[in-house]
């Protein structure tokens, strides 16, 4: 009698765990499948942000350039070479190569100040380091909002 009830104790405890475990394991993966298109998405626009800078600065009398895209915006910001300046032309051939390159661009911000370029630099940083692009609205916003030619 006695072995009997262990072993219905025990058949009943493994359908039990491995109940639990089959629900616990469908969950998990459902949301691990819901990061990870959050995260491929964020990854993609890191991915176009990389081109458009990699194309940017191979421009005749650019020496840096750094590219964040938010929404349909990508905002550019470049390191001048010695003895350069941003012209209108310079700008006209930036915005040119971007919106070329980059089907989903409908506005181009172009900055050249160093604040510019280090603000977007610490913010693709802390993306690349797996941050949402939520924790940034406010500052991308808040360069958003500056004066650009």
Request: hydrophobic share 40%; glycine share 2%; charged share 35%.
């Given at each position: 009698?006695?072995?009997?009830?262990?072993?219905?104790?025990?058949?009943?405890?493994?359908?039990?765990?491995?109940?639990?475990?089959?629900?616990?394991?469908k969950?998990?993966?459902?949301?691990?499948d819901?990061?990870?298109?959050?995260?491929?998405?964020?990854?993609?626009?890191?991915?176009?942000?990389e081109?458009?800078?990699?194309?940017?600065?191979?421009?005749?009398?650019?020496?840096?350039?750094?590219?964040?895209?938010?929404?349909?915006?990508?905002?550019?910001?470049?390191?001048?070479?010695?003895?350069?300046?941003?012209?209108?032309?310079?700008?006209?051939?930036?915005?040119?190569?971007?919106?070329?390159?980059?089907?989903?661009?409908?506005?181009?911000?172009?900055?050249?100040?160093?604040?510019?370029?280090?603000?977007?630099?610490?913010?693709?940083?802390?993306?690349?380091?797996?941050?949402?692009y939520?924790?940034?609205?406010?500052?991308?916003?808040?360069i958003?909002?500056?004066?650009?030619?």
């Amino acid at each position: 009698m006695k072995k009997n009830i262990l072993l219905l104790l025990i058949i009943s405890s493994i359908l039990t765990i491995s109940c639990v475990d089959e629900n616990t394991n469908k969950s998990e993966t459902e949301n691990k499948d819901s990061l990870l298109s959050v995260e491929a998405s964020d990854k993609d626009i890191l991915e176009r942000s990389e081109k458009i800078s990699d194309l940017v600065v191979e421009l005749f009398g650019i020496d840096g350039a750094t590219t964040l895209i938010f929404n349909d915006t990508a905002i550019v910001s470049v390191i001048i070479s010695y003895d350069q300046n941003l012209t209108d032309e310079t700008r006209e051939t930036i915005e040119k190569v971007v919106k070329e390159n980059d089907d989903l661009i409908k506005d181009v911000k172009i900055a050249e100040d160093e604040k510019t370029f280090n603000e977007i630099e610490d913010i693709l940083s802390e993306l690349l380091k797996g941050k949402s692009y939520d924790d940034f609205v406010l500052d991308i916003n808040k360069i958003l909002d500056r004066n650009f030619k």
